[in-house]
């Protein structure tokens, strides 16, 4: 006789066997579902590209009752429900895009129980009429996704997050499921007690993405350097390149688009029309570029992202591991690539003084930039002090970021760093005056100018003893020092200032290790192609030309349908399916990714391509 254990996880491996065509589980996948099918609460940490979405997808299709999934992704859930109706699920959405009558039909299909899944925005759940609505059908299980969006210390707060432990109080039995990419553990904790999962279970995968390269270099004419990584490395790609101004959104858009990448701007300044078509452009066009602020990207769920770059520094680990995960879902090699330099840690030390909130809110956030401080400034594997941010020690060097593929030296900063804060301390105690690092730096390379004449700062004991630097070897000097907080920022000019941590340098009681500067910038010349011309060049000749014709009828087939392209089949079933060259729809079947609608809708125009030789 079977179990009902073993009937559920039957059922479960059929479901992602025949709907969404995988042969197995991967990593926590089974335990999850298992978990959540048999009535269990869970709290699931699983990094972008591993699978989180089957974690309440499958029980939805296995649990009796519809599957109602929280997302504040209301620009995102048509695309969502598209990616699921292409396998054959009863997917609808609610929200404010929507008209009457098309509103009318999903909430009718949910209270005949024609669906499977329903898509909500928080905002929906908080009225009276979608409560309502819900007490009329028969709810399987309540998912709720970017569930980090509940923190407030954390990177992405939503205000209409926090009345989402109304679910457990109006519908205690109906198991909730909660997901994130990206959370510490005392993110973890705040969204357990907010949502009240203090009970449910935790599971916590892995977060390494092996497949995505971490890089992070100096800021010299970064929109010139972000191109030259386009070119020889990224060539026709799809990638996402974050700014933190709007204006700055716009000009390197522009100045990309001068260079012949197909780049798109996305950020609040841009009307609504504007924005909703670049992204549907982004997600339906091959090789686009989308040039954004960070409110671009969240529920992105397109595989083929080659690259995430940062024009300017993320304010947290969190923010940074989030919107690099955006990058190579597929698991193909892609690039997290950040330009970073003394204006940032400036910028953003400037931004926290100013921001609103009381001491412990500027606390918070100053202890978030730390972090991205330090794995900025770090000599150690990125990828091993990444992984060690979020919990997870004990990880070898990945051999896959550039402090790996060519780690940088170090040497003793302390006599440097005495030098500079010796600088400021004398211009403050002794003439009662502050000056950002530009003017410090030229003093002590004894630079001549209007201003330091002016002054009489060439009368300084520290002008020009610092000639053995060169300048950007000494604004390199003032950004480690920021980052280790031996130096702070302070009023509406940048002005430097002592810490008490300063003292212990100047009194010689600490040393200073820091990164030696390069030279010059690296060039990315000698860096290998990584996007689809890499997956081309895997494959032999024979099976390269199938991969392109494949994703010729792909294009075709989306644009037909009008749903991005990935809705129909991701590079990685396509490149399988060119490596395998079936020869019947039996054979077909078999390959990864080709559920039974997928199979039934493509299988012949598949095979007629694969048959169609030049």
């Not at 916590?204 to 970064?222: C, T």
């Not at 947290?316 to 193909?332: F, I, K």
Request: net charge neutral; hydrophobic share 40%; glycine share 8%.
């Amino acid at each position: 006789m079977v179990s009902p254990t073993e009937l559920r996880a039957s059922d479960a491996l059929d479901v992602l066997r025949r709907v969404f065509g995988y042969d197995a589980f991967r990593g926590f996948q089974q335990e999850i579902i298992d978990h959540v099918v048999a009535g269990g609460d869970a709290l699931v940490l699983m990094p972008t590209g591993g699978g989180k979405s089957l974690c309440y997808q499958v029980p939805a299709l296995v649990r009796d009752g519809v599957a109602v999934v929280v997302s504040p992704l209301i620009a995102l859930m048509q695309d969502q429900v598209d990616a699921l109706t292409a396998v054959g699920v009863r997917a609808g959405f609610l929200n404010s895009t929507q008209d009457y009558a098309a509103r009318r039909t999903v909430e009718q299909a949910f209270v005949d129980g024609a669906l499977d899944l329903l898509y909500l925005a928080p905002e929906a759940l908080g009225t009276r009429g979608v409560q309502q609505l819900l007490d009329r059908g028969r709810i399987g299980l309540f998912a709720i996704d970017e569930a980090h969006c509940v923190s407030q210390w954390g990177h992405d707060f939503r205000p209409d997050y926090l009345a989402l432990s109304m679910l457990h109080e109006r519908w205690p039995t109906v198991p909730r499921i909660a997901l994130t990419a990206t959370a510490t553990s005392a993110t973890r904790a705040e969204i357990a007690t907010r949502l009240q999962l203090t009970e449910a279970r935790h599971f916590v995968a892995s977060f390494d993405r092996p497949n995505i390269q971490y890089r992070i270099v100096p800021k010299k004419e970064p929109r010139k350097q972000l191109l030259a990584l386009l070119r020889d490395e990224h060539p026709g790609d799809a990638g996402i390149v974050y700014c933190l101004s709007r204006a700055s959104v716009d000009k390197t858009a522009e100045f990309l688009v001068a260079n012949g990448v197909a780049a798109l701007p996305y950020h609040a300044g841009l009307d609504s029309g504007t924005r909703a078509a670049n992204q549907q452009r982004f997600l339906r066009e091959d090789g686009l570029v989308m040039v954004a602020t960070i409110a671009f990207g969240m529920g992105i769920d397109k595989p083929d992202v080659r690259f995430v770059a940062h024009l300017d520094l993320p304010k947290s680990v969190e923010g940074y591991y989030q919107e690099t995960g955006r990058a190579g879902r597929d698991g193909l090699p892609s690039t997290a690539w950040l330009a970073y330099g003394l204006q940032d840690v400036v910028q953003q030390r400037k931004m926290i003084e100013t921001s609103d909130g009381d001491l412990a809110h500027r606390r918070n956030l100053a202890t978030h930039l730390d972090a991205m401080l330090a794995l900025c400034e770090t000599v150690r594997c990125r990828r091993v002090q990444l992984l060690e941010y979020f919990g997870q020690p004990g990880t070898a060097d990945c051999g896959n970021c550039d402090t790996c593929l060519t780690p940088p030296e170090t040497w003793d900063g302390t006599v440097a760093a005495q030098k500079l804060l010796s600088t400021v301390y004398r211009l403050d105690r002794e003439r009662n005056q502050r000056f950002g690092a530009g003017h410090c730096v030229d003093i002590l390379i004894g630079k001549q100018n209007d201003k330091i004449s002016q002054y009489g700062h060439d009368a300084l004991s520290t002008f020009g003893i610092g000639t053995e630097l060169r300048e950007a070897e000494w604004r390199g000097v003032v950004r480690q020092l920021l980052a280790e907080g031996l130096l702070a920022v302070e009023g509406d000019y940048g002005t430097l200032a002592l810490t008490e941590a300063s003292a212990e340098v100047l009194a010689r009681r600490r040393t200073v290790t820091m990164r030696r500067e390069p030279e010059k910038v690296a060039s990315t010349r000698s860096a290998k192609p990584r996007g689809a011309a890499t997956v081309v060049a895997e494959l032999d000749p024979a099976a390269g030309s199938l991969f392109e014709r494949l994703r010729a009828w792909r294009g075709a087939t989306a644009k037909e349908q009008g749903v991005p392209a990935y809705v129909i089949f991701h590079d990685a079933t396509l490149r399988q399916i060119a490596t395998d060259s079936p020869t019947s729809l039996a054979e077909l079947s078999r390959i990864s990714g080709v559920g039974e609608n997928k199979l039934a809708k493509y299988g012949e125009s598949i095979l007629t391509v694969l048959a169609d030789q030049p």
